[in-house]
């Protein structure tokens, strides 16, 4: 069976290993395991929503609500928009997936950082669409309007992580949307906002308004609830766009691309005030003990607007550490995949970090 | 902003209507709704599924165990196959959606009956694929060969629906390996059977065995969780082949493309015997109700293999009559979308039936 030459070159994403597997392959007891390698919310799921689920366990039968009028109203509300601006993904990945269909083919191309959020390349694949990439590994603003200026013609799409994953870098909103403007009206520009509500919460001048991307003509913001709001086993997330955007990428979307139980969770999300506040001063009180351990032992880091923090080693291999810390039961990100001696460390609760830096502390 | 051409031919898909938006529209109860439009389960969701949901409740902020490790395991069990054997996709909707972009191009061509479950030409056209459907609405076994005969170059995959969606009719297997037979190694046949349980428990001719399909190189079996198991709202059906075909549809794959708790719960329904029981048996029975109301009334019906039943109307209007009912709170498919006088009912549980039945008598 011989099938699409396109298949030829791609390569499966490699996903974070999951606790059932650590404790299949080095027999460490679940209790013993501790992840920070997929950036979930380590407060765990919010309380109002495992009461709704719990509530609504018995409904599992019923095909979810293909309008989903209730989040789509809820997110309006939110954002002050509407809901013919918002488009609902299996996670904002399956927006990203919608995005490279409308736009992209064979002969065109799209722009990204140098080290970013690998499905953009990993969707590209799908398609044949070819990959610029800025020369500097974080975003850099002057590079991306250089690469644009001279491919004009085939970039179609340009992806900006704001904040950047797996980095932690973050470009102010100022120079984005100043940015934008210059960029034609048929480029499409993705603002992969998974994880701004944390660089918002360090520093307001890295907000991205939906509501300011929903008045722009070429521009798409994306908005996850895996993150902040706990819900990354359940595949929700968003875009928020101009109706002209959002309906014809609606045209690309499965039905019931999202569970029922997903719409119930992320509904109620939004209205866990207490969750968000516990989550977001967590991770600001805690990202200060990674880098005070940073700085105390002469490892090299990124100022992170999010919710994880990569250490880049210079003598020590990034890799080595990974896999002795593996055999302990504690999950980290390598980065080397990303042509990069660094790890990738999800901000735990207090616990989680201390285990990490004590077990950490010993190998370098 | 423009999008690519291929765009401009697609229409979205129009799903049944959703409880939630009876109750908005005409000032139902809720309490008084009748959904027999989707072909979710009547029994509802299973009490073993309701458990582990509830239980795994509080783990909604992770990510799923991408290798799909237990499910997996336990679906091989099942089918005396291998996991590698199987992908598990976002319903089995999502592993159509693979088929097509591994296997067609705008250059190719799918096979599919006349009339039959309409996101087999919805993927096509998010590629730009051409459709030829055989002439009859039903599976006709010559047509469909006639066809591929004569447009072997162009057709890539062809679709079988067994039994059929939206009209219920089912092809013996005996045919369908025979036809298997007389296709190229290069050109993939997906035996699509979601509703095979149904017509295995009425008439074990029409069993489709997954282990067989497995052994072949040019043929995928489809499998959903959707309907017999009661998971509907969870998004989780799987495709079933030789490695080879496997492998190369997991490269479109998405990683996380199902949620933590559909792994879970359909894991648990395929223990869940009494469950699966209850389901066969209520559908066959109530089956019989629908077929003589229909012989009494002299109403037009196709012998469904599902758990769904076809009505066809002469003089009567579908859409009037559904329109009518909707009104009452009862909502049915009407198939004038298919271009047929003709309205498919969910065979429901005893008492749903007896109201569906009571309010379509008043109306004939």
Redesign the interface.
């Known amino acids: 069976?011989?099938?699409?030459k396109i298949?030829e070159n791609?390569?499966?994403?490699e996903?974070?290993k999951?606790?059932?597997?650590i404790v299949?392959e080095f027999g460490v007891e679940p209790k013993d395991v501790l992840k920070l390698a997929?950036n979930?919310?380590p407060?765990?799921?919010s309380k109002m929503?495992?009461q709704a689920?719990?509530k609504s366990?018995?409904?599992?039968?019923?095909?979810?609500?293909?309008?989903m009028?209730?989040l789509k109203d809820s997110l309006a509300k939110k954002y002050s928009i509407k809901p013919k601006n918002i488009i609902i993904g299996?996670?904002s990945?399956?927006v990203i997936?919608f995005v490279l269909?409308?736009?992209?083919?064979k002969n065109s191309a799209i722009l990204v950082a140098g080290t970013t959020f690998s499905?953009y390349e990993i969707y590209a694949a799908?398609i044949g669409a070819k990959v610029y990439k800025t020369p500097s590994k974080s975003h850099n603003i002057d590079e991306f309007m250089e690469i644009y200026n001279s491919k004009k013609d085939e970039i179609s799409v340009i992806f900006l992580c704001l904040p950047n994953n797996p980095l932690g870098e973050c470009l102010d909103a100022k120079e984005v949307f100043e940015f934008i403007k210059s960029i034609d009206?048929?480029t499409?520009v993705v603002i992969d906002a998974a994880y701004n509500e944390f660089a918002t919460y360090k520093d307001s001048k890295k907000h991205i308004s939906p509501l300011e991307i929903s008045k722009l003509?070429?521009t798409i913001y994306l908005g996850t609830f895996?993150k902040l709001y706990?819900?990354?086993?359940?595949?929700i997330g968003y875009g928020v766009a101009?109706e002209?955007?959002i309906s014809?990428l609606?045209?690309?979307?499965?039905?019931?691309?999202?569970?029922?139980?997903?719409l119930i969770?992320a509904n109620e999300v939004l209205k866990d005030k207490e969750f968000i506040k516990k989550t977001l001063e967590n991770n600001a009180s805690e990202m200060v003990r990674y880098e005070k351990f940073a700085k105390k032992n002469g490892i090299k880091f990124i100022n992170s607007y999010t919710n994880f923090i990569t250490y880049i080693f210079d003598d020590k291999n990034s890799t080595q550490i990974c896999d002795t810390l593996l055999k302990q039961g504690i999950i980290l990100r390598d980065l080397k995949g990303y042509g990069l001696n660094a790890i990738r460390i999800t901000v735990g609760l207090p616990k989680q970090n201390k285990r990490v830096l004590k077990a950490l502390k010993a190998l370098i």
């Open positions: 069976m011989k099938f699409n298949l791609i390569k499966n994403y996903a974070g999951p606790i059932e597997l299949r997929s979930e919310n407060v765990g799921t929503v495992v689920l719990k366990a018995n409904k599992a039968h019923l095909y979810p609500d293909d309008s009028y209730e299996s996670g990945d399956q997936e269909h409308a736009k992209c083919s499905m799908h009206k048929d499409l003509k070429n895996s706990g819900l990354g086993g359940m595949r101009d002209n955007i014809n609606a045209k690309l979307r499965p039905p019931f691309n999202v569970t029922t139980h997903a969770a």
